[in-house]
């Protein structure tokens, strides 16, 4: 079993910057591939960033790129997410996810087996 834990969010003026932690724990964090994801009121929940096992291979939506930038650092056990030049659509609640199955995971949420509790953001205008 694997638990992760977000944290990092917060309230924040658009064009400001968050960054978001996740800490995994219970399974040997090298084994997994990471990804967050982000959920808006109303909405479905959606992709925004994923990275390999390794860290190699990274990934992110159209709607982030060049903004959100995810890293991991497998002796802490610890996936992050820095988001940069927020905006008020960025507003969320944003998951970290695991998927122990693919060295690099895809950008469905159901490929991933395991979930934070989520961290809300928001970014005021």
């Known amino acids: 079993q694997v638990q992760l834990e977000e944290s990092g969010g917060g309230l924040v003026q658009a064009g400001a910057s968050l960054r978001l932690s996740c800490a995994a724990s219970?399974?040997?964090?090298?084994?997994?591939?990471m990804g967050w994801f982000r959920q808006a009121p109303g909405k479905e929940r959606e992709f925004v960033a994923r990275?390999?096992?390794?860290?190699?291979?990274?990934g992110s939506a159209d709607s982030v790129k060049g903004r959100f930038i995810i890293s991991r650092d497998n002796n802490k056990n610890t996936v992050v997410l820095q988001m940069n030049n927020l905006k008020p659509e960025d507003t969320a609640v944003y998951y970290c996810?695991?998927?122990?199955?693919?060295?690099?995971?895809?950008?469905?949420?159901?490929?991933?087996?395991?979930w934070g509790q989520g961290t809300q953001v928001t970014v005021s205008s």
């Open positions: 990275i390999s096992r390794r860290g190699g291979i990274r």
């Open positions: 219970g399974r040997t964090f090298s084994s997994l591939a």
């Open positions: 996810a695991a998927d122990p199955n693919r060295d690099y995971s895809t950008t469905t949420p159901a490929h991933y087996d395991y």
